[in-house]
Each structure stands twice: as structure tokens, then as C-alpha cells.
């Protein structure tokens, strides 16, 4: 019998925008739901009624009227919003993934990258990043080849020794929406992953999505030897996010967000409502 060589089956445009938009959807629904904790251990938070009996049984906050509806409005405001950009930030995140699957074929496994660490207390913690690219998974040559010139330029660009690049076999990202805040513990942990990426011979890439991160934060990253891709639509592959996309892993990110713009700001401004509610 004659041997089926099955095609590959590839998704129309629309319907790949439509897998992808859920993922950042479903995690900006996420942000809707949120209760603020009033630094206590409950981690789903605190429901209005709920307040009113924690604040309004406790003396001091009765007395300086605290156990007030609007202070719980306020709470909810100002954590909702911290939650909608950490939500945002893992859409980002589960969508980047499933691009380096759908674009270079890579399985999820192949697309995944952890590592071990221990605890001052002897028990030991895996720590992840948001993705990976291994060159030798990457069946397609001429992607592959385009994967590692830009691998070494950027290596280059960011002044890693060459005999080091040249032993480089794939990349690993951490992806953001943006880098903001200045929380030492969060940097001190980046930095960490990345000499942990080197000594597995991965190049670190940080990829954010907008243009909002701290310059003494990109500065301190440089040092370290991170590359970092900011959320310009033009440039080069080498410090656009979108552009490196688009020229690099074949996918048009810019394309997909302009063209279901209108999608997440309904999404946005319905959660935001619900939490000024």
C-alpha cells in the first residue's frame, strides 16, 4: 500500500486570531473577580459584607469611620488595577508560548524551560521562564539558520564572549508587558536566570510588549547580559519586540493585536467598570 504523507492542516488567520485572543482574554477576565485582602492570609479576598464586618468589628477602624463602602471601592480600584496588569502580563505570556509552538513547531516541551534551586531550608523550588527555543528543534532550516544569526548578533550587540557564543545552542524569554517597577527581589531573580540560561547555553531575551520599562532596570539587565526587546512597531529585530516577531519567528504580533484591538479595550473597559462598581 502507498505510503500518506498527511498535510499539515494550517489554521485560516481568523480562527488563529480567535484561539489567540482567548488566551489574553480569559486572563484579563481573571482581574474582574478580584477581592482585596487588607494584608491578610485569605487569599480570595475580602467581599464588601465581608469588610464591613472585619473593619466595622474593629474599634480603631470603626471609630475613624474606615469600615466605610468607599474605603472597600478604593481598595478594590487599586488592587484591580495592579491585577489587570499582572493579567495582561500572563495573557502575554501564554500567548508567546503558543507562537513559538505554532510558528516553529516546537512541542511544548521543547518550548519549556526550568530549573531547580535550593531553598535556605534544604526543600527545593523549580523556577520557570516563558519560553524557549532550542535551535536543533526547530525543523525548518532556513528558520533555524535565521533563529541563530540573529542569536549571534545579539549576542554580539550585548558584548557576550565570543567563545561562549559560539557554544550557545537556543534562546529563553522572559515576557512582560511592561517593567515598571524598581522591586529589588524581582530583578535579583531576573539576574539569577539569566547566568542560570548561560550556563545551559541559552541566551536570555527579555521581550516586553510596551515601551514602559525603567531605564535603570534595561541598563542594569544590559549589564548582565540580557537582550532586551522593547514594544517599538518599527526598528531592528534586535530591539523591537514586534519586529523580531515578524522577521524573526515568522508571526505578525503587531498585525494580531491591531486587528483585535477593539476586542480587549471592550474586554478592559468591562472589567475596569466592574471594579469602579
Known amino acids: 500500500m502507498e505510503n500518506i504523507v498527511k498535510t499539515p492542516v494550517v489554521p485560516t488567520l481568523e480562527k488563529q486570531d480567535q484561539v489567540y485572543c482567548k488566551i489574553l482574554i480569559d486572563a484579563i477576565h481573571v482581574s474582574k473577580e478580584y477581592r482585596p485582602r487588607f494584608?491578610?492570609?485569605?487569599?480570595?479576598?475580602?467581599?464588601?459584607?465581608?469588610?464591613k464586618d472585619l473593619y466595622g468589628n474593629d474599634p480603631f477602624y470603626s471609630w475613624m469611620g474606615l469600615d466605610s463602602p468607599l474605603l472597600y471601592s478604593a481598595h478594590r480600584a487599586a488592587g484591580g488595577m495592579t491585577s489587570i496588569y499582572r493579567q495582561i502580563g500572563i495573557g502575554c505570556q501564554r500567548l508567546f508560548f503558543e507562537i513559538l509552538i505554532d510558528y516553529l513547531g516546537l512541542t511544548r516541551d521543547e518550548a519549556?524551560?526550568?530549573?531547580?534551586?535550593q531553598r535556605p531550608d534544604g526543600t527545593r523550588r523549580t523556577l520557570y521562564l516563558d519560553g524557549r527555543i532550542p535551535l536543533n528543534s526547530v525543523k525548518d532550516v532556513g528558520k533555524r539558520n535565521t533563529l541563530h544569526q540573529w542569536m549571534l548578533k545579539a549576542g554580539e550587540r550585548i558584548r557576550v564572549d565570543p567563545a561562549i557564543l559560539q557554544i550557545l545552542k537556543g534562546m529563553v524569554f522572559e515576557v512582560r508587558q511592561g517593567y515598571k517597577s524598581k522591586d529589588s527581589k524581582r530583578q535579583n531573580a531576573d539576574i539569577a536566570n539569566a547566568a542560570k540560561a548561560y550556563t545551559q547555553a541559552h541566551l536570555p531575551v527579555a521581550l516586553i510588549l510596551s515601551n514602559q520599562i525603567d531605564e535603570d532596570i534595561a541598563n542594569r539587565y544590559a549589564e548582565e547580559k540580557w537582550v532586551i526587546l522593547r514594544g517599538s512597531i518599527s526598528g531592528s529585530p534586535f530591539h523591537s519586540t514586534y519586529v523580531f516577531s515578524r522577521d524573526v519567528l515568522g508571526y505578525d504580533l503587531a498585525g494580531f493585536f491591531e486587528r483585535n484591538s477593539s476586542k480587549f479595550k471592550s474586554e478592559v473597559e468591562a472589567v475596569l467598570k466592574a471594579l469602579l462598581t
Open 39 to 51: 494584608g491578610g492570609q485569605r487569599k480570595k479576598g475580602y467581599a464588601l459584607e465581608e469588610f
Open 112 to 117: 519549556s524551560w526550568s530549573y531547580e534551586v
